[in-house]
T-cell receptor
Framework: AQSVTQPDIHITVSEGASLELRCNYSYGATPYLFWYVQSPGQGLQLLLKYFSGDTLVQGIKGFEAEFKRSQSSFNLRKPSVHWSDAAEYFCAVGGDYKLSFGAGTTVTVRA | EAGVVQSPRYKIIEKKQPVAFWCNPISGHNTLYWYLQNLGQGPELLIRYENEEAVDDSQLPKDRFSAERLKGVDSTLKIQPAELGDSAVYLC???????????FGPGTRLLVL
């Protein structure tokens, strides 16, 4: 069975500081991995995805994620956080059509 | 390019009433998904369509939920009768094909009183 664990329910970070969100997955084969962001009252917006190839993936809004097969992880990073990055972030894993999402990490940005 | 469109954005109903949600996927996307998102949780798949065929409805509570995708484009998700526990966000997503990236609509936030 496939599953995703996001260990951090809530993270608070200062504007301009770096951010790292953790994601661990369970999947029987080579996974497709995704990070989505959801602002309050909005749908999910795709930040980045990993299908194959380079394990460091660049996404929109200055985000990047690194796939580490040995650790079954796909952590999301941003070097310098902006106030507009306050949102909920979801990691998802899938190999065909079925996506399994983590419970999400809420990011609060303080001035 | 227009994204996935959903309506209504918000709906408040009393329990035991029927309710319907509508989704218009991105043009050219053959695969359409309905997800349920409970508060504080990630989305969970309810049903997936390939064109007009429901190819995975194993997670759809068929006693009260139904869905259709006529002509393989727009889709409607219905609940009849609604229960208090159905209060959640209902998300629609679409993709070019079953193993392609899914793009999500803004969701319909349902409150059952």
């Amino acid at each position: 069975a496939q599953s995703v664990t996001q260990p951090d329910i809530h993270i608070t970070v200062s504007e301009g500081a770096s951010l790292e969100l953790r994601c661990n997955y369970s999947y029987g084969a080579t996974p497709y991995l995704f990070w989505y962001v959801q602002s309050p009252g909005q749908g999910l917006q795709l930040l980045l995805k990993y299908f194959s190839g380079d394990t460091l993936v660049q996404g929109i809004k200055g985000f990047e994620a690194e796939f580490k097969r040995s650790q079954s992880s796909f952590n999301l990073r941003k070097p310098s956080v902006h106030w507009s990055d306050a949102a909920e972030y979801f990691c998802a894993v899938g190999g065909d059509y079925k996506l399994s999402f983590g419970a999400g990490t809420t990011v609060t940005v303080r001035a | 390019e227009a994204g996935v469109v959903q309506s209504p954005r918000y709906k408040i109903i009393e329990k035991k009433q029927p309710v319907a949600f509508w989704c218009n996927p991105i043009s050219g996307h053959n695969t359409l998904y309905w997800y349920l998102q409970n508060l504080g949780q990630g989305p969970e798949l309810l049903i997936r369509y390939e064109n007009e065929e429901a190819v995975d409805d194993s997670q759809l509570p068929k006693d009260r939920f139904s869905a259709e995708r006529l002509k393989g484009v727009d889709s409607t998700l219905k609940i009849q009768p609604a229960e208090l526990g159905d209060s959640a966000v209902y998300l629609c997503a679409s993709s070019l094909g079953p193993a392609e990236t899914q793009y999500f609509g803004p969701g319909t936030r349902l409150l059952v009183l």
